[in-house]
């Protein structure tokens, strides 16, 4: 029986920094302690002088390695129990010395076993092989013990062990099986556990880790990261190198590729830093790799990964802007939308939507006002060669919108979270015409509200060129074209409820509310009427003439309802704003209807 050990790890980690501190603390204090005992001479009291400060410190610092090694065995020891955030198991080894020399002799045993069935590979050789590897079960969560195991047994051994075990169980070219890793894990999980054990506490032998990462056959090494969860950055250095093999045409299942990802589910941050990473990215996210791999569950996996790795708040922001941005790069070309396409269920033939679709669909709100800049900064001028945001086109971005509206389950998912958007810039905080005494401060509230409502409209842009990019029927997409060609009429009715004398509006003063009640009803039949019905004629005059459509009904409509109409001015200075906003969209889309 070895010693139980219960450890809050939070709190752990904080006392032993607090006592590192300290130790450094004394260390610095010595030189001026001496300094001051010399120049005391003999009115220093006899007794004892710096060899205290040599006492604290060495004692914090043995305290700290004691402490920081328990720490380490306890996260990662298989069947720990936890309650009110202790954590407790019980430790095979009573300190980390004697943890490192149990893990010298077992690398003697290993290796002189491997030694063994090279010189001559005898069924009983092997047994003996797998006998002196199933004895390590139980001890290789300690990194201590992985290190002295590893480093004794060495690379040329454990790179050894992996060819053997997959010339005896793989049956597959692109990986293990789940049933061939079955049979291998019970012999190879002993080892990728001590890998993963010495490597995540940087102990693991450079050589080894080297090994691994340049030489070893990618089936072995897609079999470390599915036997133990593996350091992120080991993850990451062996998901780079996976990466540039998958998608390969092959008559076999992609197992490798499906390790890899799945290894992901557990790591966000390897993920956000693959996706971070633009060839890797581009890599992950083709079609070939997508929809290819064969494996059972594999979009699930990938959807699983990169949810949790894209979701607002996950991981560290920078990372996560730029996973962003690569991913809207890579299926932001048409070529890629293949690996957003809905399936077709063999079951019931019908379409079953794309998983790495509907989180991208989920996540993508969090950069509207982005997004929206990437629209506004548009044409011959725009710098796209720069870092972050810059670095997106406005067309890349509506394609990648075109990919996601392939799946129609995507609508009103974008539409809901558009309305949150508008909702949130709070648009009627400006005012369109300016209410306020002096000139200075109308042009202010103008600007307010022009900057805000060119954000919405930025979003309301890209959103219907990619609608009109992705092809769909016209029923699809033609009820989310209207309810984005309404975003003026939405801000319109908000924004000057105040001034249309209507008592009904004056309760509702959030953006959209106020349409909804006077104008969304008669509206969206005007609307639906002239999109389906529509003479021919040229885009330009077509999109001219649905503005004007809106502004007509918006008229139309506060008159049935004895309110007072919109002036002239007040007219042309709306629909030159909104133009301003929807007119290259809604150009490019009634053109591609054909005018």
């Known amino acids: 029986m070895g010693e139980f050990v219960g450890i809050n790890p939070q709190g752990a980690r904080l006392l032993i920094t607090a006592m590192g501190d300290t130790a450094q603390r004394a260390a610095a204090l ?8 010399t120049d005391a001479g003999t009115d220093w009291p006899a007794g004892p002088s710096t060899e205290v400060l040599d006492r604290c410190r060495q004692f914090l610092t043995a305290a700290q390695q004691d402490l920081t090694w328990r720490a380490q065995v306890i996260e990662r020891i298989e069947g720990a129990t936890s309650k009110g955030g202790v954590k407790g198991a019980e430790f095979a080894f009573p300190s980390a010395r004697s943890a490192h020399a149990a893990g010298i002799i077992a690398g003697d045993i290993v290796k002189a076993a491997w030694s063994a069935y090279e010189a001559d590979p005898s069924l009983v050789n092997w047994r003996a092989l797998q006998s002196a590897l199933g004895d390590r079960k139980g001890k290789t969560s300690d990194p201590e013990y992985a290190a002295g195991l590893l480093t004794q047994m060495g690379a040329s051994a454990f790179a050894g062990i992996l060819r053997a075990e997959s010339a005896k169980n793989q049956n597959n070219r692109n990986g293990y099986a789940p049933a061939d890793l079955t049979r291998a894990k019970k012999d190879l999980a002993p080892l ?13 032998p450079a050589d080894l880790r080297a090994r691994l990462l340049d030489k070893t056959p990618l089936d072995d090494l897609a079999a470390v990261l599915a036997l133990a969860p593996q350091s992120t950055g080991f993850v990451v250095a062996a998901g780079t190198r996976l990466a540039k093999a998958a998608g390969h045409k092959s008559p076999d299942l992609d197992w490798n590729t499906h390790w890899l990802v799945k290894s992901l589910t557990h790591d966000l941050a390897a993920t956000q830093q693959l996706l971070a990473d633009p060839a890797t990215a581009a890599l992950l996210l083709r079609p070939e790799v997508v929809k290819g791999t064969g494996t059972p569950g594999f979009e699930k996996l990938l959807a699983t990964a990169l949810n949790k790795a894209l979701s607002p708040t ?19 070309e048409q070529g890629a939308w293949s690996s957003l396409t809905p399936s077709i269920s063999e079951r019931t033939g019908l379409p079953i939507p794309s998983p790495v679709g509907q989180v991208l669909t989920r996540h993508v709100h969090q950069y509207f006002s982005e997004l929206s800049a990437v629209w506004m900064n548009r044409g011959p001028k725009a710098n796209t060669t720069g870092p972050g945001w810059t670095g997106l086109t406005a067309e890349q971005v509506i394609r990648f919108f075109g990919g996601i509206f392939r799946d129609p389950a995507a609508l009103p998912v974008l539409e809901k979270d558009y309305k949150a958007f508008v909702s949130g ?3 009627g905080k400006g005012n369109p015409f300016g209410d306020a005494p002096t000139s200075a401060e109308r042009d202010t509230q103008r600007a307010v509200f022009i900057k805000n409502a060119k954000e919405a409209g930025g979003i309301a842009s890209l959103l219907i060129g990619g609608l009109h990019t992705a092809d769909l029927s016209a029923e699809e997409a033609r009820d989310l074209y209207i309810q984005l060609a309404m975003f003026p009429l939405d801000v319109m009715a908000g924004a000057v409820a105040d001034r249309m004398g209507a008592e009904v509006l004056l309760a509702e003063t959030a953006v959209g509310k106020a349409a909804d009640i006077i104008v969304k009803g008669p509206l969206q039949e005007v609307i639906s009427n002239f999109w389906d019905m529509a003479p021919p004629g040229e885009a330009s005059d077509l999109t001219d003439r649905l503005l004007a459509v809106q502004t007509e009904a918006l008229n139309e409509s506060l008159r049935e309802h004895r309110m007072t109409t919109l002036s002239s001015s007040d007219q042309e200075y709306l629909q030159f704003t909104f133009k301003g906003m929807l007119y290259d969209a809604l150009h490019d889309a009634l053109q591609e209807r054909g005018g």
């Open 425 to 427: 810039l709070d648009l």
């Open 192 to 204: 990728a556990e001590a890998f993963a054990s010495a490597d995540s506490t940087g102990k693991a």
């Open 30 to 37: 010595k030189p001026y302690l001496s300094a001051s005992i």
């Open 314 to 332: 996950a991981g560290t922001p920078t990372l996560r802007r730029t996973a962003w941005i690569n991913t809207i790069k890579t299926l932001g």
